[in-house]
């Protein structure tokens, strides 16, 4: 395996006062894996941090000279450095690992940028004040809604404009039902060793847990699943708490 930079860095928006669920969720689930790579990263906050990535997506690293976006790609890099947490996985399992993957992002993701961008009242209340915080007036509104116009074409065209809270939170449910399942009484998905789908599913459902929304709907529906919140206390405890926070 290649040497790992000291200096890597990991860059996202800032926390307190900006960052939204989702941005937040997959953030986390990159620091997550690679936690459990065992390569130390320096969590960086940055109001632009969205404009700063090569694909307009957080979160991204910046390890020697290269700036890598978004989980799949920086599990690649991480892989051609010579550190992979699926290795030991067979054929199958790997199959089945990436289409529990896909899941998430195409439940988990979609509905919390659902929540963010398309439910009135979330919109009004915490993703306008917080995605355009950093900016004066107007800025902060136009950039708002330009990210709601980009985010509300995206669920046009994959079918989800018209759907209701209640359709979307279903749609929760039955992802983290399919998520409990395949746990089980395992501590990770593949048995032992945790593999880049714990990093995610960890990232999503952590970050969905400790978000206080408009309401506590969204969050109920992962508490629902028992094995769900133990495994997210586990990763916690396992590879955040501890560990130096920025």
Sequence with gaps: AEPWPENAALYQQLKEEQILLSDNASSLAVQAFLQMCNLPIRVICRANAEYMSPSGKVPFIHVGNQVVSELGP??????????????????????????????????????????????????????????????????????????????????????????????????????????????????????????????????HLFTILTTQLITDELSEKVKNYSNLTAFCRRIEQQYFEGHEKD
């Design 74 to 203: 920086i599990v690649q890099f991480v892989k051609a450095k010579g550190h992979s947490l699926s290795d030991g996985l067979d054929e199958v399992q790997k199959a089945e690992m990436k289409a529990y993957m896909e899941l998430v992002n195409n439940m988990l993701l979609t509905a919390e940028l659902y929540l963010q961008w398309c439910d009135d009242v979330t919109v009004e209340e915490i993703t306008y004040p917080r995605y355009g915080s950093p900016y004066p007036w107007p800025l902060n509104r136009i950039l708002s809604y330009q990210k709601q116009w980009e985010v509300r074409r995206k669920m046009k065209a994959i079918g989800w404009a018209g759907k209701t809270l209640e359709q979307v939170l279903e749609d929760v449910d039955q992802c983290c039902h399919a998520l409990s399942q395949r746990l089980g009484t395992q501590p990770y998905f593949f048995n032992k060793q945790p593999t880049e789908l714990d990093a995610l599913v960890f990232g």
